[in-house]
């Protein structure tokens, strides 16, 4: 089982910055693929922003833009996020899993998630 915790969010104005947190506990929560995904009020589903395992991989959305990293321990993950624009608008929720979870950012491949946390970029 894994817990996750996200912070972070917030309000920022269009081209601006934020940084969003993610602090997992649980049984070998340093070695679990994660990944940040989000939903926008008016989108039935959630959609991958990116995702950390051995590697990194990005919704085309974010790519060049958003940065996800890992601490040193492997128990926090961030997403720095950047010249955000009005449509990244959305609740971010942070998610894991053991192992592989593939290289497209899909909350199929997730089986662990925090309570999200709201991001609201105004113009």
């Known amino acids: 089982q894994l817990q996750l915790v996200e912070s972070g969010g917030g309000s920022v104005q269009a081209g601006g910055s934020l940084r969003l947190s993610c602090v997992a506990s649980?049984?070998?929560?340093?070695?679990?693929?994660m990944g940040w995904f989000r939903q926008a009020p008016e989108k039935e589903r959630r959609e991958g922003v990116a995702?950390?395992?051995?590697?990194?991989y990005y919704a085309d959305s974010v790519a060049g833009r958003f940065t996800i990293s890992r601490d040193v321990a492997g128990n926090t993950v961030y997403l720095q996020m950047n010249r955000v624009k009005p449509e990244d608008t959305a609740m971010y929720y942070c998610?894991?899993?053991?192992?592989?979870?593939?290289?497209?950012?899909?909350?199929?491949?997730?089986?662990?998630w925090g309570q999200g946390t709201q991001v609201t970029v105004s113009d």
């Open positions: 998610a894991a899993t053991y192992g592989f979870c593939g290289t497209v950012v899909s909350p199929s491949a997730m089986n662990y």
């Open positions: 995702v950390i395992y051995t590697d990194t």
């Open positions: 649980g049984a070998r929560s340093s070695t679990a693929c």
